[in-house]
């Protein structure tokens, strides 16, 4: 059974940072494309960041240089590392494996606010 769970997500002030995690199981990890999305409320998903199977990175640009996207492949997870978050960074995050098929986490809460 396909399973992707974020983890990670919460309450933090503007400024400051967290790490998402996104936990992958029933696919062979390392064949598939890793992305991150988001969805802050009355708004579309949008993408964040994908890294692919080489290791290779793209970022939106509301979020270059300030997020990290990165892989274990041994561990089966993704990461994103989230730094100077600012209260438009709220938003339901997602995770997203592509490759053969494309399978969706459940999501994470993440509220940026003082």
């Known amino acids: 059974q396909v399973q992707l769970v974020e983890s990670g997500g919460g309450l933090v002030q503007p400024g400051g940072s967290l790490r998402l995690s996104c936990a992958a199981s029933g696919f062979t990890f390392s064949n598939y494309g890793m992305h991150w999305y988001r969805q802050a409320p009355g708004k579309e998903r949008e993408f964040v960041a994908a890294?692919?199977?080489?290791?290779?990175?793209s970022y939106a640009n509301s979020v270059k240089g300030r997020f990290t996207i990165s892989r274990d492949n041994a561990q089966n997870t993704v990461y994103l590392q989230m730094n100077s978050l600012k209260a438009d960074d709220t938003a339901v995050y997602s995770c997203?494996?592509?490759?053969?098929?494309?399978?969706w986490g459940q999501g994470t809460q993440v509220t940026v606010s003082s």
């Open positions: 890294i692919s199977r080489t290791g290779t990175t």
């Open positions: 997203r494996a592509l490759g053969t098929y494309g399978y």
